[in-house]
């Protein structure tokens, strides 16, 4: 097994967006690790998007392999749902949605980064449109904030740039406020996001619940192809 030591020697190994996003924790700091054997890869990405994951791909028997040896307490392996079907030892505890794309796309005229002195009102926003969103401001994960504001001048909808990997952005904490919702408004705040990380990073990424199918149309439209994606049981 050969210890992978940046980003671009995962992307290397295996160029699947997947583990090129958790390769972010290889980068000085972060506190990750990384392995490959024979053509499958596997990351170690500590506290990516609020989890300690272990993140592979590659064929089913060199990624057992990695996982025999390298699953830890606490950590959620997580591989595509079809890789999963193919590792039977390792119990299931749930799927979710993984959506990427590549290439380019206009942004709407209307949408614009958020200054720093506006991350209350969206923090405000988010308390009020989804609670339990995984991504916040002043928190570990955002980079930055996207927002559109409503006729009557307050913040509508927001989403943010978080968790972005060399080469993979991330969106994240996309909410609309109630008061503004069926306006078009999230997807005009994803397409601005995609956008603008499509042409710094030349992909772009999100998860999804499997279950929430209108956001999944949203990023269709967008471009957007879904993944399903496993998270296995841990050590």
């Not at 390298?70 to 799927?95: C, W």
């Not at 958020?114 to 991504?135: F, I």
Request: hydrophobic share 45%.
């Amino acid at each position: 097994m050969r210890v992978l030591r940046t980003p671009d020697e995962v992307a290397a190994a295996n160029p699947d967006l997947l583990v090129r996003w958790a390769a972010q924790c290889l980068l000085p700091g972060r506190g990750g690790v990384a392995w490959s054997h024979g053509d499958a890869v596997g990351v170690l990405a500590p506290a990516l998007n609020r989890h300690d994951r272990l993140v592979l791909a590659g064929p089913a028997a060199d990624v057992a392999v990695i996982l025999r040896t390298r699953r830890r307490p606490g950590t959620r392996p997580l591989v595509t749902t079809e890789l999963a079907t193919e590792l039977s030892e390792f119990p299931r505890v749930g799927t979710f949605g993984w959506m990427e794309r590549t290439g380019s796309l206009d942004a709407p005229d209307d949408v614009r980064w958020l200054h720093e002195d506006e991350w209350d009102d969206v923090e405000a926003l988010l308390r009020k449109a989804s609670p339990n969103s995984y991504v916040w401001p002043y928190e570990p994960g955002p980079r930055r904030w996207a927002g559109v504001h409503g006729d009557d001048g307050a913040l509508a909808a927001v989403g943010a740039d978080a968790w972005s990997a060399p080469g993979v952005g991330f969106i994240a904490g996309v909410a609309t406020h109630p008061d503004h919702r069926g306006r078009g408004l999230s997807t005009r705040i994803c397409a601005f996001l995609t956008s603008a990380l499509l042409a710094e990073s030349g992909a772009c990424a999100l998860m999804v619940d499997a279950a929430n199918t209108t956001a999944i149309k949203v990023y269709e439209r967008l471009g957007f192809r879904y993944r399903s994606v496993t998270a296995l049981l841990g050590a």
